[in-house]
């Protein structure tokens, strides 16, 4: 938002250089980014009235031109054609720089003397975009009668610092120079003067003139017509224009011009109808019909829906509520009689239509945002009486005001005490409430509870830590002193859930395995592609409503599939090795309710020339030991479709199911193009973390010494080595400390049908050195029920 310095003057003192201004402001909340001055390009630049205009006698493309500069006359060749005799034009002399680093000299054109150059808004360095229609390809022609000779920036007004702010969109009071004025008075602790509106208004009434219906109130919350008569249209007086181009606005004629300088001082769009094309004589807001088009101000055919709101004759659309007005009603220069809008829309409705129609304008970016439901009648008022003054037409009296959704006040309680205890400060009931009445918020006292009540434009003071920033702000942040907050003192720490996910994923990497993330939204054929029935429950996926496409339309109720395709893209880039894992989410049906059951899981992925089913099985056990879950027994799982059948195994802990695991049957390896043995694990969080013992003990190193024994035996081959350490389990409360299996042999030396297993058993007591008899009787006994429960015999 440019906010001009003398603009705001208007409305407020302010007795500081737009240096302070600016840091002042930007204390108090409202950043300011740059200041810029348009005056810098007119050093040497005066007013000059065309006297006489004569043709170049050696060139026919250019004119010879004498202007008036004051106290002399001056000769200017150029080839300009938009200007005439008595006009006054902005005269750069010699010397003069303009925009650009041009500098003026005295020249010779073809034979005659040029003593200067007449200007066009370019080059004195307003942007193309600023430039009135009718000049953008000619001079700069004033519409005031002016001294000759005087400094253009100083007739025109140009010395003047414009300040840009950086307004947030929480702070829509702020896109006009009203806010702006409101937010220097309390900064500088003034007094904001708002314009004093008068009105000489005819009897004639405007409601007998026009009739104003809302039938869409949840896309119109007001909507107010009032009628002009006796216009003239034409170019605005130089002030206007000036005003105008200065805040980045483009001057077009003098009745556009008002309301967008209404819109820049009071905030609210304004829109002008020519009357004599609404010959029904009322105006009804609903919504579009379907599939009709429209043809706008810029135009270019607009395609409606029933969910944009118009403003129409009753049956012939006029306008595309709060975004532009229609071509066929717009004011041109045969308009008298016109019919002036103030009205407010639903800044919802004004941001969709804009985005589905593409386009924006000043009014949509300020609807979009909210516009003050109570200025509209003020602005109104404001703009006809500055096109009264500027057209001297026929106001007449009233207007048509529908107000279907009216403002509605909302008061709550400020505690002085938390505006303290937050703030750090001991501010007076009496001064929190001078600061707020400086923002115009209304404030009842009743010891240490205030009740506040915002102004209608301050929408966005809606609870009490809201209040308490007004009151830091505008006191200054710089001036708040710098304490200890006054709270009881929580001491955070991460929870169980993260620690034991931390330490899985410790553990999987000091192993090598490297982490990955995947997409939650999978395809509906990755459960079948992994070997999965239609009638098993992973396939009992939840779709998604608007997916971005059929690849990711369900979300996933297994993680396997997303490795599988992780280590198909590694394996298709020529890593020959690739070790994976993934701590995420899998979602199931909620039968209880409408949002999805999330299940996180664990899955790692392997594969590799010396990886084999043993390998994940050693980084599955590691990672668990590292939880202090150790007990585990790992039992065949022969019907597993993803898995091969004779390599996959379900792993158990205290006699839960913690999870599967096993080699990739190969027909899957195969739908995913992957030629070598791939390695899986699935595994359930939830299940993993109720096991997890995360207190650490520790105790002393042993006194004693230990005496190791090691065992060979030979067992059929259907006896699993989980049944073997069943046996080992109960000793572990006496004197056996631990065990542990270091060779499984099949061969000529063992009989068909049966293997060797070996193990190393190792026996302490933590209270005294061990005798060879008490450890050969604890010893003969694990023996014996070895032979007794699983048919093992000594080799």
């Known amino acids: 938002m440019l906010g001009p310095k003398k603009w705001l003057e208007k409305y407020v003192n302010i007795d500081v250089e737009a240096s302070e201004l600016r840091d002042r402001m930007t204390m108090s909340g409202s950043n300011v980014e740059d200041i810029r001055n348009l005056s810098k390009h007119c050093e040497g630049v005066v007013i000059g009235k065309v006297e006489h205009i004569e043709s170049h006698e050696n060139a026919d493309k250019l004119v010879v031109v004498t202007v008036n500069i004051g106290k002399r006359n001056v000769q200017i060749v150029t080839g300009a054609k938009n200007f005439k005799e008595n006009d006054y034009v902005p005269v750069a002399l010699e010397g003069a720089k303009l925009a650009g680093g041009l500098v003026i000299e005295k020249g010779d054109l073809r034979g005659k003397i040029s003593e200067g150059m007449m200007c066009s808004h370019e080059e004195l360095g307003f942007p193309k975009n600023l430039v009135p229609e009718n000049m953008k390809e000619g001079l700069w022609i004033l519409e005031g009668n002016y001294e000759p000779g005087i400094p253009f920036a100083e007739a025109l007004d140009l010395n003047d610092d414009i300040l840009e702010f950086e307004i947030t969109p929480n702070r829509p009071d702020c896109l006009n120079m009203i806010g702006l004025a409101r937010e220097v008075a309390a900064t500088l602790k003034t007094e904001m003067l708002a314009p004093?509106?008068?009105l000489s208004e005819e009897k004639r009434r405007t409601e007998d003139e026009i009739s104003v219906t809302v039938d869409d109130a949840q896309g119109c919350h007001r909507y107010i017509g009032k009628v002009l008569k006796g216009i003239a249209i034409k170019p605005s007086p130089d002030w206007?224009?000036?005003l105008l181009m200065k805040a980045g606005i483009r001057p077009i004629n003098n009745i556009v011009d008002v309301t967008n300088y209404v819109m820049l001082e009071y905030g609210q769009p304004l829109h002008a109808f020519d009357l004599e094309k609404i010959p029904s004589k009322q105006i009804v807001v609903k919504r579009a019909e379907e599939n009709h088009t429209f043809k706008t101000l810029d135009g270019m055919e607009r395609s409606l829906n029933k969910d944009i709101t118009m403003i129409t004759d009753g049956t012939k659309p006029l306008a595309i509520a709060g975004v532009m007005g229609g071509l066929e009603s717009e004011v041109n220069k045969n308009t008298t009689e016109i019919l002036l809008e103030s009205a407010n829309f639903a800044p919802d409705g004004i941001r969709e239509t804009s985005k589905r129609l593409n386009l924006r304008?000043?009014?949509s970016s300020r609807y979009e945002k909210g516009v003050d439901k109570e200025v509209a009648l003020t602005a109104i008022n404001r703009a006809s009486q500055l096109i009264q003054m500027l057209t001297d037409c026929e106001v007449l009296e009233g207007v048509a005001d529908e107000y279907p959704v009216p403002f509605k006040e909302a008061s709550i309680e400020l505690r002085v005490s938390r505006v303290?205890?937050?703030?750090?400060t001991s501010f007076s009931g009496e001064k929190i409430e001078e600061i707020l009445k400086s923002l115009e918020v209304q404030v009842i006292s009743n010891g240490d509870v205030l009740t506040v009540t915002p102004p209608s434009f301050r929408e966005d003071l809606v609870k009490e830590v809201d209040y308490i920033e007004e009151v830091a702000r505008i006191y200054g942040y710089n001036r708040i002193p710098s304490t200890m907050p006054e709270a009881t003192i929580t001491v955070g720490g991460i929870n169980p859930s993260?620690?034991?996910e931390n330490s899985l994923k410790t553990a999987l990497k000091s192993q090598g395995l490297y982490e990955v993330l995947t997409y939650s939204f999978v395809s509906p054929k990755s459960i079948s592609k992994i070997g999965i029935s239609k009638d098993r429950p992973l396939q009992d996926t939840i779709k998604l409503i608007n997916p971005l496409g059929e690849e990711t339309s369900v979300m996933r109720t297994t993680l396997m599939p997303s490795m599988l395709e992780v280590l198909e893209r590694n394996y298709k880039k020529g890593n020959a090795k690739m070790k994976a894992f993934e701590i995420g989410r899998t979602f199931w049906k909620n039968p209880e309710g409408n949002l999805p059951l999330e299940k996180p899981k664990l899955v790692i992925g392997i594969y590799g020339e010396k990886e084999d089913f043993y390998c994940i099985k050693g980084n599955i056990e590691e990672m668990l030991r590292s939880l202090r879950i150790e007990k585990l027994e790992f039992i065949k799982e022969p019907f597993h479709t993803t898995f091969h059948p004779g390599r996959c195994a379900?792993?158990?802990?205290?006699?839960?199911?913690?999870?599967?695991?096993?080699?990739?049957?190969?027909?899957?390896?195969?739908?995913?193009?992957?030629?070598?043995r791939c390695y899986l694990a699935e595994?359930?969080?939830e299940e993993i973390l109720n096991q997890a013992v995360l207190e650490k003990k520790y105790q002393p190193l042993p006194k004693y010494p230990s005496i190791l024994r090691d065992i060979a035996i030979?067992?059929?081959?259907?006896?699993?080595?989980?049944?073997?350490e069943k046996v080992f389990e109960p000793y572990l409360e006496g004197i056996l400390e631990s065990y542990e299996l270091f060779d499984v042999y099949q061969g000529d030396q063992i009989e068909k049908g049966s293997k060797s297993i070996a193990y190393s058993l190792v026996y302490r007591d933590f209270s005294k050195t061990l005798k060879e008899k008490e450890v050969n009787k604890v010893h003969d006994q694990v023996l014996k029920d070895l032979e007794e429960k699983v048919g093992a015999s000594l080799r």
């Open 361 to 363: 304008s000043e009014a």
């Open 240 to 242: 206007l224009q000036v």
């Open 196 to 198: 004093k509106i008068q």
């Open 420 to 424: 303290n205890q937050l703030l750090g």
């Open 714 to 724: 030979v067992v059929s081959d259907h006896i699993e080595i989980s049944e073997i």
């Open 683 to 685: 595994m359930d969080f």
């Open 498 to 500: 993260t620690k034991v």
């Open 650 to 676: 379900n792993i158990y802990a205290q006699g839960r199911l913690l999870g599967t695991f096993g080699e990739v049957h190969p027909n899957i390896t195969g739908n995913y193009g992957i030629e070598e």
